[in-house]
């Protein structure tokens, strides 16, 4: 990635450690990142993004249905491509995209301040002990201590507040800001501390935040069960979104522009730097499935960083679903994109990360190419 110094022998051995079976496409993927010394006409300039895409379906044929699209800074969609009879309006479960979303809402929060990202599970929450020395920070950087994983988030007979008061009993795995964990139940807690500071249902705030003033349809909307669109009481804060490609679109553009898209104005600038850098450098790192697949990207507030540089930020933030959907921006370029897709048994993040870095490079070239 250009924005990370990132070569491109050292994207093809991550892409192999992450998924061997797409391992005889990454050569060429590689050699084609040099533009043609011609210009091509310009309906020709999408030809390779095109042609990447269609090298990793056809060596990962389970996931063959899906779009790519791309959107300038200018928020123009300028290329839009499906596979397999996929919609780019089909609504999906979106999975950990979600997190991307939360997080856009929390810092809206921050920004009106109704929480701050020093504030406590103490002070909001009645937490005791070391658990209420949790702060809002490292519930969003997934450093809070707290075990990833909490059953009763896949409950949807429970409520959002039961199913936090039920996180609050279980037994932490590090003192707060001290170790990594990616999961669910930092946002779930996270989201918690926004209703009561509010007074407002998850749900609520985020149709009156964000889903509402960005033209958003009521299809848009988190879930406990986001395949089925069951479960509205305990929302899966980290990973039960459900929207269109187009829909989502509008989310990620907003975070493009650090919080601002036509006459709609959340979070800061200011707090959307803070997101796109690593905040505890120095965690050890328990849980990353982004160290699993053998990329070794850091984590910011809500968002992966992927750029050599985390602690001091980085131009390329992306939150890839476990059904493959992945949104990704990189504002020094200029862009941002999503590849949808809703491949059921949730190993899709691989297939849509390595796809994603794959076409990064040819994807700068055609805006280049204008």
């Keep these: 990635m250009k924005a990370s110094g990132w070569g491109c022998c050292v994207r093809e051995r991550r892409v192999r450690t992450a998924l061997a079976g797409a391992a005889l496409l990454l050569t060429a993927a590689c050699s084609a990142d040099r533009p043609s010394p011609v210009e091509p006409p310009a309906l020709d300039r999408w030809a390779a993004v095109d042609s990447v895409t269609q090298a990793m379906i056809a060596a990962n044929p389970s996931y063959s249905r899906l779009t790519v699209s791309v959107y300038d800074t200018r928020d123009v969609r300028v290329y839009e491509r499906s596979y397999g009879g996929f919609s780019p309006t089909a609504n999906i479960a979106v999975a950990s995209a979600s997190k991307l979303v939360a997080a856009t809402l929390l810092l809206d929060l921050v920004a009106r301040g109704e929480l701050s990202l ?5 002070q909001v929450l009645g937490w005791t002990g070391t658990r209420g020395t949790i702060t809002l920070r490292q519930l969003l950087s997934f450093t809070s201590g707290l075990a990833p994983e909490a059953t009763c988030t896949f409950n949807a007979l429970a409520t959002l507040e039961s199913c936090v008061a039920s996180i609050a009993q279980q037994p932490m795995v590090a003192a707060p800001g001290t170790r990594y964990d990616y999961g669910s139940t930092h946002l779930h807690v996270a989201a918690r501390m ?12 985020f149709r009156e935040r964000l889903a ?3 033209g958003l349809p009521g299809s848009v909307e988190f879930y406990t069960f986001p395949n089925t669109a069951l479960g509205l009481a305990n929302p899966l804060v980290a990973g039960g979104l459900r929207a269109s ?3 989502y679109a509008r989310l990620l553009g907003l975070v493009f522009h650090k919080g601002r898209l036509g006459n709609v104005t959340v979070g800061t600038p200011a707090l959307f730097d803070e997101q796109a850098r690593e ?11 982004s160290l699993r697949a053998g ?5 910011g507030l809500g968002a992966w960083l992927q750029c050599a540089t985390p602690a001091t930020g980085c131009a390329v933030i992306s939150s890839p679903g476990a059904f493959g959907f992945t949104p990704w921006l990189d504002r020094g370029t200029g862009y941002y994109a999503t590849i949808a897709m809703e ?3 949730g190993s899709g993040a691989a297939f849509g990360t390595a796809l994603a ?3 990064e490079p040819h994807i700068r070239v055609a805006l280049a190419a204008r």
Excluded: K, M
């Design 118 to 122: 020093e504030r406590t599970t103490a």
């Design 194 to 205: 926004a209703e009561v500071t509010t007074g407002r249902t998850w749900r609520q705030l």
């Design 212 to 214: 509402d003033p960005l």
């Design 245 to 247: 490609a187009r829909d």
């Design 279 to 289: 905040p505890f450098p120095d965690v050890i790192v328990g849980s990353s499935p």
């Design 295 to 299: 990329w070794g990207f850091r984590y």
């Design 343 to 345: 491949e059921g048994i």
């Design 357 to 359: 870095l794959l076409l």
